[in-house]
């Protein structure tokens, strides 16, 4: 196939376009290269040392003989070239990742919000309709998250709908719904808002859709990216980037104590960044036929309460863990039972936690060490006014000792 990966420069981006290119696919970035730009606002850069874009494709062409062309394009502002590009290149899918990704960083204030609701809404709702303009069929496959059910203690999610039945007047009357969509920040937000545009655009327009809701991704490498340094994905390990497990290990690593929040009962859906490169080639391997509606599947393969994952690190490393205070409006405590069976059924083999696995992070970590700026740890953003503190002792003075 000939598939245009956007955001191919990000976290889940870049593996996903190397994945692919090996598989034998014709792959196309395009991207704005707006999170090397949200580094340098942060002033706090990837524990891996990330190329130019320029030298990561030549590196990967050197080491496989396959090339990967690279066009830089704000889809979210350039509707006209989008769907130009569209047209010229006649792509038989989309893998769209071109959106601001971070919780935190969509909290930070009320420009953050508004860049994120722009940006993410805007990218979304140009692909729509730049190829109902173009009156093409482009299967797109949508990088959701878990985050769009919300993290309250309830029934098994489902992937995507519910059987319900509406009773009214004494008469029951059966429908199929989207499961209700619970955002726990501004990016949780827009991405419930995707799932609208995309039934929307499906019904009205017959555009084929999967829309993955992937749970928290940890890890940092494929196989693709370790066939050379220079190829190496990104490691985040900051408060508004860095992903749950993967700053545990990070901080373990470095000797900082595991910053746990709250009192770490989240329980929250994983997904090793192996398996979310098989994922993305499992939904374009299985297309929506014409007439079907969204594919809505829950790309995870595990579930976890986050003071667990911390007391497991812990036990490896002797690093202690430190609780802090929860910069997030959410409750103390969940529980979270997740469908996972179409991956499954389509022939997924889950790559689960495991102490191997977790070493491996953690001797990237280590690697990489000098680079880590243990004051970019902390959380910077707060959904509510309330200021950070520390439960048991403060971090600094933990760290001291």
């Given at each position: 196939?000939?598939?245009?990966v956007?955001?191919g ?28 730009n ?39 502002k ?15 899918a ?10 935190p960083?969509?909290m ?14 805007n ?96 890890g ?29 290990l ?23 960044i ?5 994922c ?17 599947f829950?790309q ?21 863990v ?9 409750a ?6 997740v ?55 403060d ?7």
């Amino acid at each position: 196939m000939k598939i245009i990966v956007l955001g191919g420069d990000g976290f889940c981006g870049w593996p996903t376009a190397l994945h692919l290119s090996q598989a034998g696919h014709e792959i196309i970035i395009v991207d704005n290269l707006s999170r090397r730009n949200i580094d340098n606002e942060l002033e706090c850069s990837s524990l891996t040392p990330i190329q130019p874009m320029g030298t990561r494709l030549r590196v990967w062409q050197e080491v496989t003989g396959k090339s990967i062309r690279f066009i830089k394009l704000d889809i979210a502002k350039e509707y006209v070239e989008l769907r130009d590009l569209l047209a010229a290149e006649k792509p038989d899918a989309v893998v769209h990742f071109a959106e601001q990704r971070a919780a935190p960083y969509s909290m930070k204030s009320p420009r953050h919000k508004t860049y994120t609701v722009d940006n993410n809404l805007n990218a979304t709702h140009n692909l729509l309709c730049a190829i109902v303009e173009n009156d093409q069929d482009i299967h797109v496959v949508h990088l959701g998250t878990m985050g769009v059910y919300g993290y309250s203690t309830g029934p098994k999610i489902p992937e995507g709908y519910l059987q319900i039945k509406v009773v009214s007047d004494g008469k029951e009357y059966p429908h199929t719904i989207l499961h209700p969509a619970y955002p726990g920040s501004i990016y949780h937000m827009t991405k419930t808002q995707d799932a609208l545009f995309f039934q929307f655009y499906n019904k009205n327009d017959g555009v084929r859709v999967t829309d993955l809701h992937q749970g928290v991704v940890w890890g940092t490498n494929t196989a693709e990216t370790l066939l050379d340094e220079r190829l190496v994905n990104r490691f985040d390990y900051d408060g508004d980037y860095g992903t749950v497990l993967n700053r545990f290990l990070m901080q373990a690593a470095v000797g900082y104590p595991l910053t746990v929040y709250g009192t770490g009962g989240q329980t929250r859906a994983f997904i090793h960044i192996r398996d979310t490169v098989r994922c993305i080639e499992l939904a374009l391997e299985n297309p929506p036929a014409a007439g079907d509606p969204v594919h809505i599947f829950n790309q995870v393969t595990e579930t976890h309460r986050v003071r667990d994952l911390a007391n497991l690190v812990s036990g490896m490393t002797d690093v202690p863990v430190q609780n802090i205070s929860n910069p997030r409006n959410e409750a103390d405590e969940n529980d979270l039972v997740v469908e996972n069976e179409k991956f499954l059924s389509l022939g997924l083999n889950p790559t689960t936690l495991s102490e191997g696995l977790m070493e491996e992070v953690t001797e990237i970590a280590k690697k990489y060490a000098d680079r880590c700026d243990e004051s970019v740890i902390l959380p910077r953003s707060m959904w509510t006014q309330a200021k950070l503190s520390v439960v048991d002792e403060d971090v600094s003075e933990a760290d001291a000792g």
